[in-house]
């Protein structure tokens, strides 16, 4: 998929401040948040809008607690492809989007591989039908390394905005 529009946006103290508290609280109502950032509702409301049209806030999402919900196993896999063409990539990227286990797909560089996803399921019984069922039957995909996280020590979804002026 490609990605949005990378101009940049020109964004105030107050912006800033009412993106630390949606990274933190997506739930937020507008007054709550208006309360935070220290402005009246609709001025704040009128600027969330602002920040959700200029591309800069893209979704708003609720983070689940993967092993609650039986979700143990989160693997690290470097993908290597046997063409580097944009059809080739294309169709493997299309392909990926749609396994519900693959938090995360990169597209990089500097490592003897073409592609990094996250992929979290169950158990090792769920990852290896996934990594032969799936990944491996994808065409051109030449070799697959995986690594399993042991603990998760920063796992975080915020940006960090204290370089924003």
Same mark, same amino acid.
């Not at 990169?106 to 591989?113: E, F, K, N």
């Not at 032969?132 to 915020?158: C, E, K, M, P």
């Given at each position: 998929m490609p990605e949005k529009s990378s101009k940049l946006v020109k964004i105030d103290k107050t912006d800033r401040r009412i993106l630390e508290q949606v990274q933190q609280n997506g739930a937020l109502t507008n007054q709550e948040l208006a309360d935070k950032v220290g402005l009246s509702p609709s001025p704040c409301l009128r600027r969330v809008r602002a920040l959700e049209e200029a591309g800069v806030i893209v979704r708003t999402v609720t983070v689940l607690d993967h092993k609650k919900l039986g979700l143990s196993l989160t693997a690290i896999i470097l993908i290597g492809m046997d063409r580097h063409t944009p059809e080739r990539f294309a169709a493997f990227e299309e392909q990926v989007a749609g396994y519900p286990e693959v938090q995360e797909c %990169? $597209? *990089? /560089?500097?490592? &003897? +591989? &073409? %592609?990094?996803?996250?992929?979290?399921v169950p158990?090792? &019984?769920? %990852?290896?039908?996934?990594?032969?069922?799936? *990944? /491996? =039957? *994808?065409?051109?995909?030449?070799? #697959?390394?995986?690594?399993? #996280? $042991? =603990? =998760?020590? *920063? &796992?975080? /979804? +915020?940006?960090?905005?204290? %370089? $924003?002026?």
């Open positions: %990169y $597209l *990089i /560089t500097g490592q &003897d +591989a &073409d %592609y990094m996803l996250k992929v979290v158990d090792m &019984d769920h %990852y290896h039908h996934f990594l032969l069922n799936r *990944i /491996t =039957r *994808i065409q051109g995909v030449s070799g #697959v390394h995986s690594s399993f #996280v $042991l =603990r =998760r020590v *920063i &796992d975080s /979804t +915020a940006l960090p905005l204290g %370089y $924003l002026s």
